[in-house]
């Protein structure tokens, strides 16, 4: 045992930061068996259920993708650098992984796109494009950060549960159509790409998901959210998603 143990004391720690136990991982029990959910960072995640690995905006500036689960599908939420990474998603990808992305990516990758409203099975997986989009924050000349129609947001059902990223987005209308439907949400609360924290209260309130975690948060306050979302029925996860 002292030996083990000096061992691993001795690794480069490097090694420690790129391998995958240095990042959170919650479990969320489905009808298909337990579906593991993985935090790695920002907008980036991934999901492992029922012998399948999903990645989710792959970036290499937060992972070693090389030590991590090679991909069955990979979504990309819209085409900004830290959500389209080509590295991250050539390290993380396989034979056979399908890459879904908005057409906004297309001219940097191949893949599979979607548009706003698409719903398609790919890897036996259900995916659904939600529109994801700015309304009020906008950038010098009256241009919305995100504008609507070129980022999706997605609901992945795995198994009994389902499974929303929103995306960089503020809290659109479109939101509503989910209300009551949504088991996990990922919704962003940063400034001035995403949402206050009041609107991504907002969010919460009109989707009512079972479990909330906010993501791509930066220096936002997650301790506000929680406090407006104090009434609700939401049970609100902070990770180490800034």
């Known amino acids: 045992m002292k030996q083990i143990i000096a061992t691993f004391v001795l690794l480069p720690l490097f090694f420690l930061q790129s391998n995958v136990n240095a990042f959170e991982t919650d479990t969320l029990q489905t009808n298909q068996g337990p579906l593991l959910m993985t935090f790695v960072g920002h907008g980036t995640l991934y999901f492992e259920h029922d012998n399948k690995v999903v990645h989710v905006d792959p970036w290499s500036r937060l992972a070693d993708y090389s030590t991590l689960p090679k991909a069955d599908l990979i979504l990309v939420t ?53 529109p994801a989009y700015n309304i009020k924050h906008k950038r010098d000349g009256n241009k919305p950060f995100h504008p609507k129609g070129e980022g999706n947001g997605y609901v992945i059902t795995f198994g009994d549960k389902k499974v929303y990223i929103a995306g960089d987005t503020e809290n659109v209308p ?26 991504t209260a907002d969010a919460a309130i009109m989707i009512s998901p079972k479990i909330l975690y906010p993501y791509h948060f930066g220096e936002s306050d997650t301790n506000q959210l929680v406090t407006l979302l104090k009434d609700a029925k939401i049970e609100i996860r902070i990770r180490q998603l800034q």
């Open 174 to 199: 479109e939101m509503k159509e989910l209300n009551g439907t949504i088991d996990v949400a990922f919704l962003p609360m940063n400034l001035p790409y995403t949402m206050t924290p009041e609107m």
């Open 78 to 130: 819209h085409q900004h650098r830290d959500h389209l990474d080509s590295k991250a998603i050539e390290a993380c990808r396989k034979e056979g992984t399908a890459i879904v992305f908005t057409k906004s990516c297309a001219e940097q990758i191949d893949g599979i796109v979607f548009h706003n409203g698409d719903t398609k099975i790919i890897k036996d997986l259900k995916i659904n494009a939600v």
